[in-house]
């Protein structure tokens, strides 16, 4: 079947971006500065609160009539609007994990004199990824499934190559479904098995109290 | 006495509504022993946490090696220390915590080794053989690489001290450093401070419910109680010798 190779182009560039957007709105939800605080906590509200497929509406139709803004592409469109959704979610991962690494951990390292910096670098965020693994993996996995949405804004993924040959062979419907979950879940699998294995990481290695 | 190498200057401290510290006026000399007792909540740990900037003075200061702790000198007049002046000061103190703190992410050798290589930027290999050094002398040579959960509670409070050690502080803190411990692994770790302990040059402010251990190691107990330091003097003075009816009930607690 074709429209693998975007429905896996798709989450491969939404995951990164969405990690990427996790540990910057994170970190800014835990600055020094209220200004940032304030502006990352909106992103993530609004984000959070608002449904993906709306957004990926936005991005792919309102943007570009409002505002004349064009996000490049019609996949970068999908990938940026899937990206900053599960950002927005990832984040609080981001943030709760990093303050609930174990208070006397920050205490010892300062104790060792170590700068505000260091402290993240080597001891706190060492510790708390560690415990975003398993979460990490479980959006990674909705990621997945999300991905489907993009169908939608016209991308050949799976779902849209199946819905084009079900419309042409219609008496074939139930067995072009049951293969597209068939092959939502073969694509799920790994990442499955990721997440037992970063369960497995995460249970070592963190200062419990 | 000579030139102390730390002194407090009419500390107090609040915790929200509930003041901990009263006016605490202390001097400590270099390579002094000094055992911290009393009973719990007369903020004997609050005063070594302050040493360590863990906790920051409501007023008074604290003077490190003749220069300011929490305070900075600027165009003569004294404001509040920024990081960069805490952190240049903090170097030469370390300290132990009642429960151990290990990086548990790091094997026992690098608990040691992370902070002499970053924070002093010691070569590696150096540092290496400072720590390897170290741990041998806590009795743990033999454990380089194991993790801190694989150990027990006296050999990490060991480690703990090997860690602190290597940064060769010209203070050390020991808040508690036996209270989390099973009663038989005390012995091993009370031994080791002891070693510390006679090697002399450095500076030791113990806070402990150790009596015997405190007797035997201390040039000067100081008793606190309700914020205050009510009695100080050499153990014999304070652990024997006191008329203070809080301290000798305190004391009797400890006697059996």
Not at chain 2, 143 to 150: A, G, V
Request: hydrophobic content about 45%; charged content about 20%.
């Amino acid at each position: 079947m074709q429209g693998i190779n975007i429905t896996v182009t798709v989450l491969i560039a939404s995951a990164v971006l969405s990690y990427l957007i996790a540990f910057i709105a994170g970190f800014g939800r835990l600055s020094n500065n209220i200004f940032i605080r304030k502006f990352t906590g909106f992103y993530v509200e609004v984000f959070r609160g608002t449904s993906l497929i709306v957004q990926l509406f936005w991005f792919y139709y309102a943007l570009p009539g409002l505002f004349d803004i064009h996000l490049a592409t019609d996949f970068w469109a999908a990938v940026i609007a899937i990206a900053m959704n599960y950002g927005a979610y990832m984040s609080e991962i981001v943030r709760g994990s990093i303050l609930s690494v174990a208070k006397g951990q920050r205490e010892a390292a300062t104790a060792l004199n170590m700068s505000r910096f260091q402290r993240m670098r080597l001891v706190i965020l060492p510790q708390a990824v560690r415990m975003m693994l398993p979460e990490f993996g479980n959006y990674l996995i909705q990621m997945l499934k999300a991905t489907s949405l993009v169908s939608l804004v016209g991308l050949t993924d799976i779902l849209y190559h199946g819905d084009v040959f079900r419309s042409t062979h219609l008496s074939l419907a139930p067995t072009v479904y049951i293969l597209i979950l068939i092959f939502y879940f073969i694509l799920a699998l790994p990442l499955i098995w990721l997440t037992r294995w970063a369960e497995k990481q995460s249970s070592k290695g963190v200062a419990s109290e | 006495m000579a030139k102390p190498i730390a002194v407090y200057n009419d500390v107090h401290k609040s915790f929200g509504e509930v003041e901990v510290l009263k006016g605490i006026d202390l001097e400590i000399a270099p390579a002094e022993k000094v055992a911290l007792i009393g009973p719990s909540g007369s903020g004997k740990t609050t005063i070594i946490r302050m040493l360590m900037t863990l906790e920051q003075p409501t007023s008074g200061t604290i003077v490190v090696d003749g220069q300011y702790l929490w305070h900075m000198e600027k165009n003569g007049e004294l404001v509040p220390a920024n990081e960069k002046h805490l952190r240049q000061v903090r170097g030469d103190i370390g300290m132990v915590f009642q429960h151990f703190n290990l990086f548990p992410h790091m094997s026992i050798l690098e608990n040691c080794m992370v902070a002499p290589i970053n924070v002093k930027g010691v070569p590696k290999k150096e540092a290496r053989q400072r720590s390897v050094e170290m741990l041998e002398k806590v009795g743990l040579g033999d454990k380089l690489d194991d993790y801190p959960s694989q150990l027990s509670g006296g050999q990490k409070q060991r480690v703990a001290m090997a860690r602190a050690l290597v940064m060769r502080p010209k203070i050390m803190l020991f808040d508690e450093v036996t209270s989390a411990l099973d009663p038989e692994l005390v012995g091993e770790v009370l031994e080791v401070i002891r070693d510390i302990a006679r090697e002399g040059e450095m500076a030791m402010v113990l806070v402990t419910h150790e009596m015997d251990f405190a007797r035997d190691i201390a040039d000067r107990v100081v008793f606190l109680d309700e914020g205050r330091i009510a009695e100080q003097g050499t153990p014999e003075q304070v652990l024997e010798n006191s008329e203070s009816e809080r301290l000798n009930s305190f004391l009797s607690r400890f006697r059996s």
